[in-house]
């Protein structure tokens, strides 16, 4: 897959996969799978680091993870520009975005597009492709007075609509689009020449995005939006289990062991 693939899928119909990760162990899982897509989301801080929002990953987290991925797979790697990395001025997000990339990225992924169109615009120029993310963009999730469903108006809708516009004319190659009603998703995947892939959007965006470990059924967070394919907690938690009876009970190590 590269940059180019994404409009190619949404010009042939072919939907894009597309799943978080953030460590080599499951890199290499997905290597070997149908998989088309990996994102290093800032979701890592939840998910890696135990915190309950994405507002404190940081730069190094991301660079650090994007690494560990990279050397687990060779699929295309988006990873996440985390909180104010874009709003400190070009210089300072061409240098965030270019640790990324020297990490081992294929691409960075960006919440929100305006107030920040020319570090978008420069961005592109200097050969880092692009993905913006909109709607529940999670870093604004204090303006928005928690994590909510975006664009349930006719204004928001228009509003989100008009951002859609500006992502792909400042150059985006595609776009995240996050917990909008399905309805607003249909009518900018219809509207746009780049590829949108969507996360509580529904089913007529050019590809979906699920958080690895919640869809794995590991993470415990189930919003209606994510469907469990497996239910790892509790296979996880009956392994461990058995390890630690069979430790308790002088069965591990047998004879092969
Ligand atoms: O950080 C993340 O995992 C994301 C996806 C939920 C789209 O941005």
């Not at 899982?29 to 290093?40: A, F, K, S």
């Not at 020449?193 to 050019?206: H, L, M, R």
Request: some cysteine; overall charge negative.
């Amino acid at each position: 897959m590269t940059t180019l693939d994404f409009s190619a899928y949404k010009r042939d119909g072919k939907k894009i996969s597309m799943i978080t990760c953030y460590d080599s162990t499951f890199a290499k899982i997905i290597d070997q799978t149908d998989i088309d897509t990996i994102l290093i989301g800032d979701s890592c801080s939840m998910v890696m680091h135990g915190e309950s929002t994405t507002i404190p990953a940081k730069i190094e987290w991301m660079a650090e993870h994007t690494r560990s991925v990279r050397n687990g797979t060779s699929k295309f790697i988006v990873a996440d520009m985390p909180f104010l990395t874009t709003r400190k001025g070009i210089d300072y997000a061409t240098d965030c975005a270019g640790k990324l990339l020297q990490a081992g990225a294929n691409a960075v992924k960006i919440e929100g597009v305006f107030g920040q169109e020319e570090v978008l615009r420069h961005l592109v120029m200097s050969g880092i492709p692009v993905m913006a993310h909109l709607g529940l963009t999670p870093q604004f999730y204090q303006a928005f007075g928690g994590h909510k469903m975006q664009g349930k108006t006719e204004q928001a809708a228009a509003k989100i609509m008009e951002e859609a516009k500006l992502a792909e004319e400042v150059g985006c190659f595609s776009m995240v689009l996050e917990c909008i009603p399905h309805d607003l998703a249909t009518k900018i995947t219809q509207a746009s020449g780049i590829a949108t892939i969507g996360i509580g959007a529904g089913v007529n965006c050019d590809g979906q995005v699920l958080v690895l470990q919640d869809m794995l059924g590991m993470s415990g967070f189930k919003p209606k939006f994510v469907k469990q394919y497996l239910q790892g907690l509790d296979l996880i938690k009956n392994a461990m289990n058995q390890y630690a009876h069979e430790v308790s009970e002088s069965v591990f190590p047998g004879e092969a062991n």
